[in-house]
C-alpha cells in the first residue's frame, strides 16, 4: 500500500480509480482521498446519518477513512482548506460516462460527434452539477485536469483509463461554465505536458492558451427560413457571389482593438447585403494563437476564436447573416497543424495526430506537422469538426485550404524527402480515403452544404462524388484561371496580344470540374501587390484595366470570389494588422469603382445567364476568341431558357474600336446593360447609347451582327431584348 500512495504522491498512477473512492476491503470499507492542501476530511452519509473522519496518512495530503463493515454507499467528502469547510462529492464515487458504443465509433474512426462526448461538457450526475472531461492519450502514463478548481496540480484529479481505448475520463463535482483549464500528460518517460483541449469549445483570448469550459447550448436561432431553403437549394445552379473576409482587419475601432462578432455583424451584414454579395468566405476563425498566421496554424479546432468573443456571439454572427439571406462558408484548415506546445503536435509524447516520420509527418515549407489521415482516431476528430461546424455553427461550407498538400506525398519535398505509398506512387492513399470518406457523410447528413477545394494542380475528379471516383467536393478553386488571367492583365496591353491564349485557354477545361473564380487575399500579400497595383498603364488605366479584369470574372464560367477591399481599389497590400484603408472611397475613382462593383454584382444577381449553368458546357459560347491582334475577345452567356442570353464584347487595349462587327444568334434589339468605361464608373463615357439593333449582315458563322463602338479597357455587356 505504501507504494501505491507514494506513487499517487508523484503523479505517476496510471488509473487512481482502484485506490481512491470508496473501495470493499474484505468485510470493510474504506475511503481514500487525496487532497494535497487540505488540513483536514471527513467523509458524510449523503442521508447525513453518519460522520466518519479521515486519517492524514502521507504528509503531501493522501487521507483514509475506515468506515468498518458494510455496503457501498453514496458519500460526500467535507473538507478543510485554509480554514474554511467545503462538502463536495468526491470525483471518484461517480461511474465512468462513456458508453463502450461510443468509444467504439470513436476507434473505428467513424464518431461523427466525438466533439459531445470528448472535451469538456456541463452535465448533472445523480443530481450533482459539474464537468465531465474526457481526452485521448493512449500513450500516456498519466492524464490529469488541471486548472484553479485545483491549483494547477496534475496530482489531484487524475483522469480514469477507458480500458484500451485510448480515452481517460473523469466528472468533476462543483465546477462550472468559465472554468479555465488544461490536461496535464505525464509521458512513460516521465516528462510533463500541458495541453490545451483538443476538443475544446472556447480558448483564452492570446497570449494566453488554457482552455476553457463553455456550454454551447441554449441559443436561440432564428434562421429557420434560410435553413430549409438551403435544404433545398441546388447551388451549381445558383448564384454564388463570396466576398472573402479577414475579421480582424476588415473594419477596427478607432484605437485600432478588434469589433467584436456581433458588432461585426451589423456591419458587415448591411455591407455584403447592400453590396449583392450571396455569401462571405471567413478566413479561418478556428482559434490559433498568432495574428501573423492569418488562422492558418488552429490550435483549437472547436472554438471559435476568443478574439472576437464567445462562441454563442459567433452564433449570433452566423445567424443575422442567414436572417439576411447570406451564406457563411469558413476556412477550414485540416492539411497541417503547427507546432506550438500546447496544442496537438506530440500530444501525449507521442505522434498522435500526425505521423512520426517527419518524411511524412511534417510539412517543410510551413514547419507544421501533418494529420495522419489513416489513424481512426484522427478521422474521427475531422469528421467530428466538420460535423461540428454544420451541426452546432449552421455553417454553410466548408472551403479546405490546400488540398493538394495533402494528395500528393512529395509536395514541397525533393527527392528522398518523401516516402512512397504501398504501391510506389505519390499519391496520399489515406487521405484520399478520408475525403471520399468525409464527403459521404457530411453531405448525407447536411443536405445543401459545400465543401470547397482549394487545390492547386490537375488532380482529377475533384469535383466528382466518390461513387465515380471523385474526391467529392461539390466546388473547386479555378487557380489556372486566376493565374493566367491576373498574368495577362499585368501586361501592358501593347504586349498582350502575345499572350491571349491566357484568355481563351482556360475555357477548355473550364468545365471539367465545378469552379470557383478566385481573387483571393494570396494574391494580395508578399509583395504580390493588390490588384489596383497589378495593373499597368497610369492610374486612370489601372482602374480602367481592374473594371474590366472584374467585368472578364463575372462574364467567365464559374462562382465568382473577391478578397475585401477589392472592390474599391485599395492601393496598399492587405495588412492584417490594420483595417482596410476605407477612406479611399472619399475620392472619385475609388468611389466610382466600388459603385461599379455593387452594380456588376446586383446585375450578377439578376441575370440567370451568369450562373444558371455555371457548370455546363451549354451556358457558355464563344462569339470570336480569335482576335488577338486588336486583344478583343467576345462570346455569349446563356441560361435554360434559349431567349435569356448575354453577349460580353472585352477590349483589352486602350484604343477604342469604332463599328467593331460581332455576329449575333438572333435579329432584334441588345440593350447595353453594362458598360464598365461609363462616366459613372470613371470611364471615358464612350458606349453605344443603351443598345444596338442587330443588322442582318452574317458574321462569325451567324446570322445576324451589331456594329459597336467597344470603349477603351472595357467590358460591355449586351442582352437580347426581342425584335
Not at 483514509?64 to 473538507?79: C, N, Q, S, T
Not at 439571406?325 to 477550414?332: M, R, S, T
Not at 487545390?455 to 493566367?484: H, I, Q, R
Amino acid at each position: 500500500m505504501t507504494e501505491f500512495i507514494e506513487a499517487l504522491v508523484r503523479g505517476n498512477i496510471t488509473d487512481p480509480s482502484f485506490f481512491l473512492g470508496m473501495h470493499k476491503e474484505g468485510d470493510s470499507l474504506v475511503v481514500r482521498v487525496f487532497r494535497p492542501f487540505a488540513e483536514r476530511v471527513r467523509v458524510l452519509s449523503r442521508e447525513g446519518d453518519a460522520c466518519f473522519e479521515a486519517e492524514r496518512v502521507h504528509p503531501e495530503g493522501v487521507f483514509v477513512a475506515r468506515l468498518g463493515m458494510g455496503d457501498v454507499f453514496p458519500y460526500l467528502l467535507e473538507v478543510v482548506e485554509g480554514g474554511n469547510a467545503l462538502v463536495l462529492p468526491d470525483p471518484y464515487s461517480f461511474p465512468p460516462l462513456l458508453t463502450d458504443f461510443d468509444l467504439h465509433l470513436f476507434n473505428e474512426g467513424t464518431h461523427a460527434r466525438a466533439y459531445e462526448k470528448l472535451g469538456a461538457h456541463l452535465v448533472e450526475v445523480q443530481g450533482f452539477l459539474g464537468v465531465h472531461f474526457a481526452v485521448w492519450a493512449p500513450n500516456a502514463l498519466r492524464v490529469s485536469v488541471v486548472g484553479d478548481f485545483n491549483r494547477w496540480d496534475g496530482r489531484v484529479h487524475v483522469l480514469r483509463p477507458r480500458g484500451s481505448s485510448g480515452v481517460f475520463e473523469l466528472f468533476i463535482p462543483g465546477i462550472g461554465e468559465g472554468e479555465k483549464y488544461k490536461f496535464e500528460i505525464k509521458t512513460k518517460e516521465g516528462h510533463l505536458l500541458l495541453k490545451a483541449d483538443p476538443y475544446a469549445f472556447y480558448s483564452e483570448v492570446r497570449p494566453k492558451t488554457a482552455s476553457v469550459v463553455f456550454d454551447l447550448s441554449g441559443f436561440s436561432w432564428q434562421d429557420e427560413e434560410w435553413m430549409e431553403r438551403r435544404r433545398k437549394m441546388d447551388l451549381l445552379s445558383s448564384p454564388m457571389n463570396i466576398y472573402e473576409v479577414h475579421l480582424g482587419s476588415w473594419k477596427r475601432k478607432p484605437d485600432g482593438s478588434f469589433l467584436n462578432y456581433r458588432e461585426l455583424a451589423e456591419e458587415l451584414v448591411a455591407y455584403v447585403k447592400d453590396m449583392g454579395y450571396t455569401h462571405v468566405e471567413l478566413l479561418p476563425v478556428a482559434e490559433h494563437p498568432f495574428d501573423g498566421s492569418w488562422g492558418y496554424h488552429v490550435t483549437g479546432y472547436f472554438s471559435p476564436t476568443s478574439r472576437f468573443g464567445n462562441p454563442k456571439d459567433f452564433m449570433a454572427f452566423v445567424d443575422l447573416f442567414h436572417r439576411n439571406g447570406i451564406g457563411v462558408i469558413l476556412d477550414w484548415v485540416i492539411a497541417h497543424f503547427p507546432k506550438d506546445a500546447h496544442a496537438l503536435g506530440r500530444f501525449d509524447g507521442t505522434a498522435l495526430y500526425e505521423h512520426l516520420d517527419p518524411r511524412k509527418g511534417e510539412h517543410p515549407h510551413w514547419g507544421s506537422y501533418i494529420f495522419n489521415y489513416g489513424r481512426c482516431e484522427v478521422r474521427s476528430f475531422l469528421l467530428s469538426n466538420a460535423f461540428f461546424w454544420f451541426e452546432r455553427f449552421h455553417i454553410d461550407a466548408l472551403r479546405v485550404d490546400a488540398v493538394a498538400s495533402m494528395l500528393y506525398l512529395d509536395y514541397g519535398r525533393k527527392e528522398g524527402e518523401w516516402i512512397p505509398n504501398r504501391f510506389g506512387g505519390k499519391e496520399n492513399l489515406e487521405a484520399i480515403d478520408f475525403l471520399r470518406f468525409l464527403h459521404e457523410r457530411v453531405y448525407t447528413a447536411f443536405p445543401g452544404i459545400a465543401t470547397i477545394a482549394e487545390e492547386s494542380t490537375a488532380w482529377p475528379g475533384v469535383t466528382l462524388p466518390p461513387y465515380l471516383g471523385g474526391l467529392g467536393f461539390l466546388l473547386k478553386w479555378n487557380m489556372g484561371w486566376m493565374n493566367d488571367v491576373l498574368l495577362y492583365m499585368s501586361k501592358d496591353p501593347i504586349y498582350r496580344k502575345y499572350h491571349h491564349t491566357n484568355l481563351t485557354f482556360p475555357i477548355w477545361y473550364a468545365f471539367s470540374e465545378n469552379f470557383i473564380l478566385p481573387l483571393s487575399h494570396d494574391e494580395v500579400v508578399h509583395g504580390k501587390r493588390s490588384l489596383l497595383e497589378k495593373m499597368p498603364g497610369d492610374d486612370w488605366q489601372k482602374f480602367a484595366n481592374l473594371r474590366l479584369l472584374f467585368g472578364l470574372m463575372f462574364g467567365y464560367p464559374g462562382k465568382k470570389l473577391l478578397f475585401m477591399g477589392g472592390e474599391f481599389g485599395q492601393r496598399r497590400e492587405w495588412n492584417h494588422d490594420t483595417e482596410l484603408d476605407w477612406f479611399l472611397l472619399a475620392f472619385e475613382p475609388h468611389r466610382k469603382l466600388h459603385r461599379y462593383v455593387r452594380d456588376l454584382n446586383h446585375l450578377y444577381l439578376r441575370e440567370k445567364a451568369l450562373w444558371e449553368l455555371d457548370c455546363r458546357h451549354e451556358g457558355f459560347e464563344w462569339i470570336d476568341c480569335n482576335d488577338a491582334e486588336n486583344s478583343v475577345i467576345a462570346f455569349i452567356r446563356k441560361s435554360k431558357d434559349p431567349g435569356d442570353f448575354l453577349v460580353f464584347v472585352l477590349n483589352f487595349t486602350p484604343v477604342p474600336r469604332f463599328g467593331y462587327r460581332v455576329g449575333v444568334p438572333r435579329e432584334g434589339f441588345y440593350e447595353e446593360i453594362l458598360n464598365s468605361d461609363s462616366e459613372y464608373y470613371f470611364g471615358s463615357n464612350l458606349g453605344n447609347f443603351g443598345g444596338v439593333k442587330a443588322e442582318n449582315i452574317p458574321f462569325h458563322g451567324r446570322p445576324f451582327s451589331l456594329s459597336l463602338v467597344l470603349p477603351p479597357l472595357s467590358c460591355s455587356i449586351f442582352k437580347w431584348r426581342g425584335v
